[in-house]
């Protein structure tokens, strides 16, 4: 018999479920969108090959076969969160090194509060961040320089796994003198025939904006090239043409004297989560510390 291919998330989704009676609350304690709960009991049922919920209008409550393996499954996640602090209280005594790569605009947005709490609880744990492209991460986490990165998903890479945890949409960056900063709702359209700025084509934003825009059915100008987010804003500021770029991109220093707006007519996103090697396991410090990002990010 194959073992089963369930995540630690999985199983608390299905106890939450059980204990609450309920989806919402299920979700707001795991600190994840409705639909991300349902696919994790979905992919637990598939894997016991049984239904171990019965939904309604109404209420949820266990199947015969839930009422068995909640139980077990209760014990098990006891334990393993038993010997999990223990693990910690030992890591906070030992000083160590965690090296993890990020997308600069996540590093800017999201690991400062995290890393706060992370040192709370590991104060002689060393944490090295490696500033990197979307395509260096996932060469960082492949190479084992980087235990995991938090960036953008890898196109069919069977030695990485991706765990999403957030969308950040693409929208206008331009000037606060540009006249597009004046609209009251820009829109995809109001950008066609425009001399726009970009990123290059090898790059994981660019890559996933094409693909937002394919998928809508928008085409678009581009005009200057550069390799990084931050060369992009640099052009803008210029004054050289506006750009669309990533929401998270433009809530750094570089780009405080820009403005970001939302396009309408088309929601086109990029996804950022962890990613990591699928035969390491991680060490105990990593596995804390994309637990915080899991609880601060998930969805």
């Known amino acids: 018999m194959s073992p089963l291919n369930c995540e630690l998330l999985d199983l608390r989704a299905l106890i939450a479920v059980a204990e609450g009676k309920s989806f919402l609350r299920a979700a707001e304690q795991l600190h994840l969108s409705q ?13 016991v090959g049984t239904p ?13 076969a839930g009422q068995e393996i909640v139980p077990l499954l209760r014990r098990l996640i006891e334990e393993i969160d038993s010997s999990l602090m223990g693990m910690m209280a030992l890591g906070e005594r030992r000083a160590g090194r965690l090296t993890v790569a990020s997308i600069p605009s ?21 944490v090295r961040v490696l500033d990197l492209s979307a395509t260096e991460c996932a060469e960082a986490v492949r190479t084992g320089e980087a235990e995991f990165a938090i ?32 609209m009251p709702a820009p829109g ?6 425009m001399r726009l ?24 100008r581009w005009f200057y090239e550069v390799t990084r987010l931050t060369s ?16 998270l991109a433009c ?46 990010w998930g969805r």
């Open 197 to 220: 700025v970009t990123v290059h084509m090898g790059s994981g934003n660019r890559t996933a904006l094409d693909a937002g825009l394919a998928r809508a059915g928008i085409e678009l």
């Open 251 to 296: 809530e750094g220093p570089d780009a405080r004297d820009l403005v970001w707006r939302p396009l309408a007519g088309a929601e086109v996103v990029r996804t950022i989560g962890v990613l990591r090697r699928a035969s390491a396991t991680l060490s105990p410090t990593a596995t804390r510390l994309m637990a915080l990002l899991a609880a601060a």
């Open 151 to 182: 960036t953008l998903p890898v196109l069919s890479d069977a030695d990485l796994l991706f765990e999403p945890l957030t969308d950040d949409p693409y929208g206008l960056v331009c000037r606060r003198d540009d006249p597009l900063a004046e």
């Open 52 to 64: 171990l919920l019965e939904r309604t209008t109404r209420s949820v409550r266990l199947t015969p």
């Open 232 to 247: 992009a804003l640099a052009l803008v500021q210029a004054g050289l043409g506006p750009s669309v770029l990533p929401r």
């Open 188 to 193: 995809w359209a109001d950008l066609a025939g």
């Open 106 to 126: 996540a590093t800017v947005r999201f690991l400062p509060d995290v890393l706060e709490q992370f040192g709370r609880e590991y104060r002689n744990v060393r």
């Open 35 to 47: 639909p991300a709960l349902s696919r994790r009991v979905q992919k637990l049922e598939a894997m």
